[in-house]
């Protein structure tokens, strides 16, 4: 019985936030065991909330030897350069994040991200992945949803003022609070693979344009062989065209997905600190929502866009998802 | 090349951050990783253990320490080459006056409570510096710039009033749970542990129903030699038992309510309980007074779970005993504290035995500090977004990117698929007092007011001036200043305390008083309008602020006494339940205006608001509690308790 009750240590420093999720609540985030891949702005965001808020143990990925470039969105690494001394990216935000909130467990996995076996990821109530390319989204996320255990999968990105999240919590069950009644809910997400094939044609007309621009663009990353992130915009001509061809073959009109967008995503290929903040303040709640089973967890895409300041939700599932 | 160039406007900057909590770690951060190299952040506060589940630049071993100078030293880790300038200080301060704030670009707000708000809209009005102005409450936010002329200023829309609670309410007819706490705070609690010379409405009403006032003066008087053993109980009977069955004998008042039932500590507490309850005192010894706790002597240690009556009396009786035994050297000068443990036992115990009596379900300690110090609900992921939502503004203002500026909601559930919602700024209200100087007009009774009850009530606390001047035409009735003739003061002092249509310049009705703030660099203009009588329950302070308040509200049916601006510290009739907020203020306003369809740009945000969004209306009703200032924050009502909270903490 005691262990299951929050330590006096725990409620003096939770205070404020068991007053937003309350007791049980913040009980299933010091038990939840987290995994992030990608250690760039958002992410590095949406660890500091996350260990803030007390889950039990975070997992990073990230061999990124730490450079002047890749701390640029980054308050975890101090900056200065004989520190780096050789350290990984992960390694070095492990040591920060860790100093954040003592009663959490940070630690650092060595690895290519998609060589991992789906047994792997049985230690884990969320996978966060960023910065990767299609195939491994899609293949991270076939291999949560394999594991008996139910695992969140989210992605999460940022390119120039613009970013995006996607949910999937497969099936997922949580309460509601209405009045004085509580409510048992259901949802049924789709995975990033059958979200993405959905015809764009189907799709509601006002859906957010983004997400037609950053689909281009991850196309584009495959087609072209690059790495993920690796365009700059000098590809605009080729992203373009390729966004012509894709439109055409879903009898898709073009406006939907404007030049100029492209041209902006394309631009800055530096993360804008404030949008980190924004998006890996979001997910943070997300995650946190997931794992507590309080609130409504968004399904199953975010994108915000700092120039015209909207955050948005937008379904986008597969008709038969889950059914 | 381009984005270089884009860049120079925030690199060239030079901003002001007033705050360095919730919000004001996050945006430090980001405001260092955005590129700003000149960052100035005034915060008087000193880090506490509950601010590190979210302000995240400081740790454990910094407790204690300032909150402004411990946030520059965590961001220059990371970004060792920018300037960063931190006050430990009140913005409030003299020395941060107009001129000071002329030599930003822009000014940040991350802070707790309205008067400070307040205080800096009109230093940002009258240097003419863009303002952006943040608030956060749980999973909600919002973010809003003010720049003058331009957009409305911090001042334009009405605040929302702190709630109070009509006296007979608190003190005869408690309905709900929180009624039994300020009583227990704001009645008992200062009647047995603060200043003995305050007003107190335990005092009326106990001599009210007493055979003779004098005995019952002396009823919360430990008498001489007493034993603290008897002293204890004599407090449990009188409160819960005789004031109760005194009540009853009032058969008006109990036609429609349920009676309460008079509880008496030997009918709870049997003889050898009491006695348990005096040894089992075991960590006496300590000589840290702060630690001193009723709640491990009596083996109780989760503070979620609601105590039985039994045990809500064993902590009443042993935390009065512990003030009167190893804190004597406080008793008679405390100040309800949320952060002083053995007063928020003595709260919960006392609240849980009159709400038991008065059958209102018994809460947990928890939850009774919570509601007793006002404490708002707060996580870390709603200040980073809106840390980054400002420095989005901010740069916009740099850019002079006028048109693309945007007032943005946090919200909890989507509202248009939205859960970032921005909203073009509004225009100045052109009848707000503060940037467009439309006359007030008040009601008062001029042969009956003192000038120091103005100056007190409206000028202090409803149009929150720090260093307030007023004038009759060209006569100087009154005048706050460190460079004063002594004979000048004298004069000042004596005038305070004349009635305003015997004042040497005589203030009557169809007077047109100016009243300046010098430091703020703020005048209005007031048309006095005499009265003759008002509604003690109504309008306690005798006298009624109009041109730019909100109207009054009520609740259940119930009168209730609202006050605009903020609480009325001492208020004989009203007891006012004063918060700690944290980081939030504006968005109960704003929340709360939504739905009233006046404005035309959210008009159709507003229908989606109130149906998808109950959360929004939770935090109206919730924040119609929350007011005032706690003992965390800034700022008190007038400059003396600042002063004197001030120096306390800093010690």
């Avoid at chain 2, 910094?62 to 300038?85: C, M």
Wanted: hydrophobic letters at 35%; a negative charge; charged letters at 25%.
């Amino acid at each position: 019985m005691d262990s299951e009750e929050l330590t006096e240590q725990e409620t003096a420093l939770y205070d404020r936030q068991i007053r937003v999720w309350g007791v049980d609540a913040q009980r299933r985030l010091s038990k939840s065991h987290i995994l992030v891949s990608g250690m760039k702005g958002t992410v590095v965001e949406f660890c500091k909330n996350i260990v803030l808020a007390g889950v039990g143990s975070l997992t990073l990925i990230d061999d990124t030897p730490v450079n002047k470039e890749a701390v640029s969105a980054n308050f975890l690494i101090p900056l200065d350069e004989n520190e780096f001394g050789g350290k990984s990216l992960a390694q070095a935000c492990r040591d920060a994040l860790k100093e954040f909130n003592p009663m959490v467990g940070v630690s650092v996995e060595k690895g290519d991200l998609s060589s991992f076996e789906g047994d792997f990821f049985d230690k884990f109530s969320a996978v966060v992945v960023s910065g990767c390319s299609l195939a491994t989204k899609k293949l991270i996320n076939e291999k949560c949803r394999k594991r008996l255990k139910q695992i969140a999968f989210y992605t999460v990105d940022c390119k120039n003022s613009c970013g995006e999240i996607f949910v999937d919590l497969q099936s997922y069950t949580y309460t509601q609070k209405k009045l004085d009644e509580t409510i048992e809910c259901q949802l049924q997400y789709s995975s990033f693979e059958e979200a993405v094939s959905v015809p764009w044609k189907a799709l509601p007309r006002k859906v957010s344009k983004l997400y037609f621009a950053l689909r281009v663009l991850e196309k584009f990353e495959e087609v072209e062989g690059r790495k993920p992130g690796d365009v700059s915009i000098e590809d605009l001509p080729s992203a373009l065209k390729l966004k012509k061809e894709i439109c055409d073959g879903q009898s898709f009109n073009e406006v939907n997905v404007p030049d100029s967008l492209l041209e902006r995503l394309l631009q800055g290929n530096k993360e804008h600190p404030p949008v980190c903040a924004i998006i890996g303040g979001i997910l943070g709640q997300e995650v946190i929502k997931a794992i507590s089973g309080k609130g409504d967890p968004l399904k199953n895409f975010f994108f915000f866009d700092a120039v015209d300041g909207k955050g948005v939700i937008e379904d986008i599932s597969a008709p038969n998802s889950g059914a | 090349m381009a984005s270089d160039q884009k860049l120079d406007p925030i690199k060239n900057a030079k901003v002001l951050m007033v705050g360095a909590g919730g919000i004001g770690c996050e945006l430090l951060k980001t405001l260092a990783l955005s590129g700003f190299t000149d960052i100035h952040i005034i915060d008087m506060d000193t880090i506490e253990v509950s601010n590190l589940n979210r302000q995240f630049l400081f740790r454990q071993s910094h407790v204690g320490q300032s909150k402004a100078k411990v946030a520059r030293d965590a961001v220059l880790r990371f970004r060792p080459h920018i300037n960063i300038t931190p006050y430990h200080a009140n913005v409030k301060d003299p020395e941060f006056n107009v001129d000071f704030f002329k030599q930003f670009n822009v000014v940040l707000n991350g802070l707790d409570n309205l008067d400070a708000r307040r205080h800096v809209n009109r230093l940002c009005l009258a240097a003419d510096v863009p303002l952006v102005e943040s608030g956060t409450t749980g999973f909600l936010g919002q973010v809003t710039v003010h720049i003058k002329g331009q957009t409305e200023c911090y001042e334009c829309q009405p605040k929302p009033a702190p709630k109070t609670y009509p006296v007979c309410t608190i003190t005869n007819t408690p309905s709900k749970f929180v009624h039994c706490i300020v009583w227990a705070k704001d009645l008992l609690f200062a009647k047995l542990f603060g200043d003995k010379n305050q007003d107190n409405d335990l005092n009326v009403r106990s001599s009210d129903s007493a055979n003779s006032s004098e005995s019952a003066k002396d009823v919360f008087e430990r008498r001489k030699d007493e034993d603290i053993e008897q002293y204890g109980p004599r407090i449990y009977d009188h409160v819960f038992g005789y004031n109760i069955e005194v009540a009853l004998g009032n058969e008006e008042t109990w036609k429609s309510r349920n009676r309460p039932k008079p509880i008496y500590s030997r009918d709870i507490l049997p003889d050898k309980l009491f006695h348990q309850n005096g040894n089992l005192n075991k960590d006496g010894e300590t000589d840290d007074t702060s630690s001193v706790s009723a709640m491990p002597c009596l083996g109780l240690k989760n503070p979620q779970d609601i105590w039985s009556l039994v045990e809500n009396s064993r902590v009443f009786l042993e935390s009065l005993k512990l003030f009167f035994t190893k804190r004597a050297k406080d008793v008679g000068n405390l100040i309800f504290d949320k952060d002083d443990q053995l007063a928020v036992e003595f709260v919960t115990a006392a609240a849980n035995i009159r709400a038991s009596s008065f059958g209102i379900p018994m809460h947990s300690l928890f939850e009774a500090k919570g509601i007793a110090g006002n404490i708002v609900h707060a996580v870390a992921t709603t200040n980073a977004i809106i840390a980054g939502l400002i420095v989005i503004e901010a740069i916009k203002v740099l850019r002079n990117e006028r048109n693309k500026l945007r007032m943005t909601y946090c919200l909890e559930h989507p509202s248009r698929k939205m859960i970032l919602m921005p909203v073009e700024p509004f225009e100045p209200n052109k009848s707000c007092y503060v940037c467009s100087e439309t006359p007030l007009s008040l009601e008062i009774n001029t042969s009956r007011s003192k000038l120091r009850d103005f100056v007190e009530k409206i000028v202090k606390n409803k149009l929150g001036m720090n260093f307030p001047l007023i004038m009759h035409g060209s006569a100087l009735l009154y005048e706050v200043g460190d460079d004063l003739e002594e004979d000048m003061v004298a004069n000042y002092a004596a005038n305070l305390e004349k009635v305003l249509a015997e004042l040497p310049s005589p203030v009557t009705g169809g007077t047109m008083l100016t009243v300046e703030d010098l430091q703020q660099e703020f005048t209005c203009s007031i048309n006095i309008k005499h009265r003759e009588e008002f509604d003690e329950e109504k309008e306690p302070d005798g006298m009624v602020l109009s041109g730019w308040i909100q109207a009054r509200t009520t609740e259940n049916g119930e009168r209730s006494a609202v006050t605009n601006g903020e609480s009325t510290s001492k208020s004989s009739n009203t007891a006012v339940l004063e918060e700690e907020s944290d980081d939030i203020e504006i968005i109960s306003t704003e929340v709360s205006v939504i739905p009233s369809g006046t404005k035309r740009k959210l008009a159709e945000i507003s229908v989606n608001n109130s149906v998808n969004s109950p959360s929004a209306g939770d935090l109206v009703s919730k924040k119609s509690l929350e007011h005032g200032d706690g003992n965390n924050s800034v700022v008190m009502i007038d400059g003396e308790e600042l002063e004197g909270s001030k120096k306390k903490r800093l010690h």
